[in-house]
């Protein structure tokens, strides 16, 4: 249907497939916004947990090779922390209840809790 790559889109101009319009504007993902640096983030730190504990982990356990987790625990260690910075800077921008807090806290500790809590925002749109 769009034999140049081009889509209208929903500011009435036209979109190409990367991160700039026609009309100028920006899209609004990538490390360009919060909710943008968010997702960056959220999306890395559940990656990084989800290779903790169902790769490394069970490698250190049932395999006894332990340096798996010596790798991929200094990387989540990491990348936890900086969820955590990104999750702050969202909530305080956005103006967040307690709740939300809690809720990507706890989401950042489980596995597969980061693209959960990140869907439920953005059906929220955000706030």
């Not at 332990?66 to 955590?84: E, K, N, Q």
Request: hydrophobic share 50%; glycine share 8%.
């Amino acid at each position: 249907m769009c034999e140049n790559r081009i889509q209208r889109c929903k500011a009435s101009c036209y979109k190409l497939h990367i991160s700039q319009t026609i009309c100028g504007k920006v899209r609004a993902h990538g490390m360009n916004t919060v909710t943008g640096r968010f997702r960056i983030a959220g999306i890395w730190e559940g990656i990084s947990l989800l290779l903790l504990v169902f790769i490394a982990m069970p490698l250190k356990y049932f395999a006894d090779i332990s340096s798996a987790v010596a790798i991929l625990g200094m990387i989540h260690g990491i990348l936890f922390p900086l969820y955590l910075i990104a999750l702050v800077h969202l909530g305080l921008v956005k103006k967040w209840k307690i709740s939300l807090w809690i809720m990507g806290l706890f989401a950042g500790l489980l596995p597969f809790g980061t693209f959960v809590f990140e869907s439920y925002l953005r059906k929220r749109d955000w706030q």
